[in-house]
């Protein structure tokens, strides 16, 4: 007796899951460019985390670049070290330059698009 309403009870939840998994309402769509503003903002040398994309915008004296600073193991935020880059999650780590030092990634971080506007604002392109 008790294990047939143990059954009836794991049928009205994994019913319930399944409700659910239906009636999911996904978010918005995560943007994928974003106006970092006017260039004489980031001075040669600089390099600036932009937490929202979550990227790093570099400023070399050959111009800008921009890095993802999206672990490609398992996709956790790394975070920013005087050697470069370290995934708190697994323990990746990536030279400043992007380019991985130690796995369990197996790809560099991605380098992502930045565009000056005509009016000398920069774009940061996540696609």
Excluded at 71 to 84: F, I
Excluded at 93 to 116: F, H, K, M, N, W
């Amino acid at each position: 007796m008790a294990r047939d309403g143990f059954l009836y009870l794991s049928g009205a939840l994994a019913l319930g899951g399944l409700l659910r998994f239906f009636d999911f309402q996904p978010g918005p769509v995560p943007a994928t460019t974003f106006d970092l503003g006017p260039a004489a903002n980031y001075p040669v040398g600089s390099r600036t985390v932009i937490p929202n994309a979550p990227a790093i915008l570099i400023h070399a004296a050959s111009g800008f670049s921009a890095l993802a600073l999206v672990c490609t193991h398992l996709g956790c935020t790394v975070e920013a070290n005087e050697d470069g880059f370290a995934c708190p999650c697994h323990g990746s780590l990536y030279a400043r330059d992007g380019s991985l030092q130690r796995g369990p990634a197996a790809q560099p971080l991605a380098v992502l698009r930045i565009e000056t506007t005509d009016d000398g604002n920069l774009i940061l392109h996540m696609d």
